[in-house]
């Protein structure tokens, strides 16, 4: 299969999974920065974040960035400048991350890589994917990377109007993956280099350009700080209260996170309950 584009990448023949076929909004709004999110799919059985923490959990720095003390991770687009693939290029900021820790080496993931994940579980359109199911197979199955399959070992909501629990994961090198309905005022304040604020008037409607997917690995007093279209973007907390829909910190199968902050006795013990 070769998806058509600028760069015409070569994609392997697929092997489609079973996902929702849930189509995202917006997708190909914008010249370069393409979105890829389908609506939040709720599931009330879905793990909590702040069950997992444990009560002597160290206090909170005013800011933090993993990349400056992981120095030299790189921001590619992952093809979401062509193609509505967000999901997938987070889940690719994600375990860059995840992989520098254990390995204390940058792990080289292209675009290939990970378009060839993403047409796979859209079944071959370029639709977008909803997240939860998104998270469900990769922790169930792994995606390719290299000749390696990298798989979580879990993932749990987090409450994102708790500012102080979307700062603890990601304090914790858990790392946090939001969905956000983004309004029309975030092009432009991309395009200017400004954060994404909230504004009044028209442009300021709740999802009127599209579902996105992020990464988030840093925040400042300001807000949380994800990666996305090549860069890093602030955000306000006043945004994320109003635009955010869904976020979940996501587990590594080797638990290379600070521990000390996570309970990984109560994870282990819900993974249990689930059906293989």
Known sequence: MRLTGRRSIAVPALVVLEVSMAKAKGIQAHKVFKLGKAAAKKDKRNLKFATLLRAA???????YD???SHPGIPT????NDEYGDCVIAGRAHQTLRFEDIE??????ITDK???????KQTGGPDSGLVVLDSLNLWRQKGWKVGRHTYKIR???EVDFKNHAQVR???FADVGVGLGVELPNAAKAQLQAG????????KDSKKGSWGGHYIYVPGYTPQGPVCVTWGRKQQMTWAWIDKYCDEAYSIFDAKNRFKKAMVDMAKVDAFLKTLKK
């Open 168 to 170: 603890t994961a990601i």
């Open 194 to 201: 400004q954060p994404w604020d909230v504004t009044t008037g």
């Open 76 to 79: 590619p687009m992952f093809g």
């Open 66 to 68: 993993f990349d400056l």
């Open 154 to 156: 879990a993932f749990a």
């Open 103 to 108: 390995q204390g080496s940058v792990l080289m």
């Open 57 to 63: 959990a160290p206090k909170l720095p005013a800011s």
């Open 113 to 119: 890589e990970v378009l060839r994940e993403y047409f």
